[in-house]
DNA sequence: CCAATGACCCAAATGGTCTTATGGTCATAA
DNA sequence: TTATGACCATAAGACCATTTGGGTCATTGG
């Protein structure tokens, strides 16, 4: 990874890169010149693709949420019956997220602490577009009269502020228990949301 | 206030304080001396009720939860339906933590950076004890074949985490938003979640 | 000519030193 | 016996010099 990248595109490699000195040092510790040194270009080479060290780390936990919404779009896309596919992807919203940041360990509560204001209104980005993704499979399971009626995505929205708790922000993974706990919280939490779905 | 506690117990007088300097300076910057004059006893006698600092902010908290449960287990003891009860602890769960706290403005997280070991236990802790509460109203439906059946304190914890997200705790009441649109949302939820214990 | 580079700039962070403040203790007085 | 505030030790803050790191840009090589 320290020689010069020449079969990955070099935006995924600074992403990869700060995935891994996030993790291992933290926000305020991780320097762009490991980042450069790491990804094997110049510290100024990593300014032609991101504006600033803080969008750095923003766009690495919005590749995440991107990778996540594509896992819920395929999920959404398939056969099964919608509830199936909702109880799915509850859980994935979760369990992505779980995975994706359990090896930040206590670093996700300091990356909060420097960019907070920035997270936060991304962080309520990130739930309106899955709270879309979910709609979508509300509707389909409203036309056949499986689903409560209602507006799909407000319906989406409370779902997705039911599992909320249930997703490593300020707690980190760590603290938010041992995983199989959590994910078992949340089918139960899902189990009983989409019961109420279903009347 | 800064006259000699003569007619209300002198513990109260220093919980009573510490909401109004927390709220005020911060964790940090409220010091005993500041606490005591307040009550309008010495520095010294703070420590013939509270071991520490630290301890009389978290029975702050505790004295916060102590209501609340108290205010939970008078609706618990109403005469109305199960699943009325039960929609008016969740909301009550949220909207009195959100109006306990509102005050705060942004000292929350500045406390919780301070005394997150602990918090983190005692909030674990307020968890178990609510849902205990809750497990109450929920066997009383059960009985009646209103709600699923299921391990009413398990049922219960579910109904708890489903509606965490809410609570102020890392967020602010402020960044939690405007508190008529958290009463929307925590009504959604509350009316999601018993539906789905209905079936 | 254009993209990559690393030297440069400057504000922020850090480390060292001294001073002050504060949590907790306890001798004293009522 | 209990309340008090002076005392103590440590932590925190203020100050200053030095270092660091985010961001910029002049230079170079392809």
Redesign the pocket.
Known sequence: MKS?VQTKDTREAILDATDMLLARYGY?K????DLAQEVG?????V??HFP???EIALSQIDRIIERLKSKLRTISNGSAAPDKRLREMLIERVMFRFDSVNHYSQSLNEMLSYLRPKLLQRRKRYFDEEARIFSEVIADGQKTKAFVAGDPFDLAQTLVTATNALLPYSLSAFELGDRKDVAERTKKTADLLINGLKK
Chains 1, 2 share one sequence.
Do not use: F
Not at 30 to 33: S, V, Y
């Open positions: 010069a305020k991780m320097t762009i010149d270009i110049g510290k100024g080479s300014y032609l600033s060290k803080e």
